[in-house]
């Protein structure tokens, strides 16, 4: 059986390492506060889409659509020229088109009618 | 221990919005009171200690947007807790130490030398003691006796019963007074 002021050495013992501290190795040190440093970093945007994609897309979508128009107003023969026979239309519905309106709209067509 | 908690909790306010400086002051605060922990826990797993800090306080940073600072929780409390979970777990993983017996017979006079040891090398010989003590011994002593956990605590954290717990620390403690006997200069 042991003696109780032995006992009351080990406890003090017990009682002194609770206030006991380790310095902290520099290895360790460096290793926790990088871990901070990416904790905290700043959450950039997925693939760079952030303030240069959106300035991107305003300037862009009402640029091409202002190119367009002047395209079919001031230089329509850009435009028939890019498209099959130079863009000459005879104004009559070929076959494939007779079929797909007859589709679409259960109306009778005849090729050579004209919408 | 009010400004104490103050201060921390301030610090991890700005740690948790980037500020490296506060995050190294935060860690020089708490930091070596958790490493001599952790090593105790470990039994002088150097290695394994500074992985469970540097893991405790990745959670720490995790946590900073969300910390109350209002609440019950002392962050050096807090830390201790984690740090004590993860060496447990730890600890569980790997059977790599082979523990004394837990049934190992006590020498009769060991207690003895106890004072003398608090005023030469006492806790280096502490720690050295505690490091032969059978795994959950070791953990249940260094969480009753030196951190000061309550046996419900512990119960919790090592995943047994309250009377487990006044078991193993009831055995560690005679263990440990064995260990320190052969330390008594004659």
Redesign the interface.
């Known amino acids: 059986m ?2 109780p002021t ?2 009351d ?10 206030g ?6 520099q ?3 460096a ?3 990088a ?3 990416r ?4 959450v950039r945007p997925v693939g760079g889409f952030g303030l240069r994609g959106w300035l991107a897309g305003i300037v862009g979508v009402p640029g091409a659509a202002v190119l367009g128009l002047w395209l079919g107003l001031a230089q329509p023969d850009l435009f028939y020229g890019i498209l099959p026979d130079g863009g000459v239309v005879d104004g009559g519905l070929a076959e494939e088109e007779t079929v797909l309106l007859e589709d679409l709209f259960g109306t009778d067509w005849t090729q050579g009618d004209t919408l | 221990m009010t400004d104490t908690r103050q201060t921390d909790a301030a610090l991890l306010t700005l740690a948790g919005q980037g500020d490296a400086a506060a995050a190294a002051a935060l860690l020089d605060r708490l930091g070596p009171r958790l490493l001599a922990f952790c090593r105790r826990m470990t039994g002088g797993d150097t290695a394994q200690a500074e992985d469970i800090v540097q893991e405790a306080f990745l959670r720490l940073w995790q946590k900073a947007p969300e910390w109350d600072a209002g609440g019950a929780a002392q962050m050096s409390t807090w830390l201790g807790r984690v740090a004590a979970n993860l060496a447990i777990d730890a600890r569980r993983r790997s059977a790599r130490m082979t523990p004394l017996d837990d049934d190992m017979p006590l020498a009769d006079d060991a207690p003895s030398a106890v004072a003398r040891l608090i005023r030469a090398e006492g806790l280096t010989a502490l720690d050295a003691a505690l490091a032969q003590l059978p795994e959950r011994q070791r953990q249940a002593l260094v969480l009753r006796h030196i951190e000061g956990y309550s046996n419900p605590d512990i119960a919790a954290m090592m995943g047994c019963g309250v009377e487990a717990v006044e078991s193993l620390t009831a055995r560690g403690k005679r263990h440990l007074a064995a260990l320190l006997a052969p330390l008594k200069p004659e």
């Open positions: 042991q003696d032995d006992t050495d080990l406890d003090a013992l017990l009682t002194a390492a609770r006991d501290d380790a310095p902290l190795p290895g360790l040190r290793r926790v506060l871990d901070h440093a904790v905290t970093a700043p």
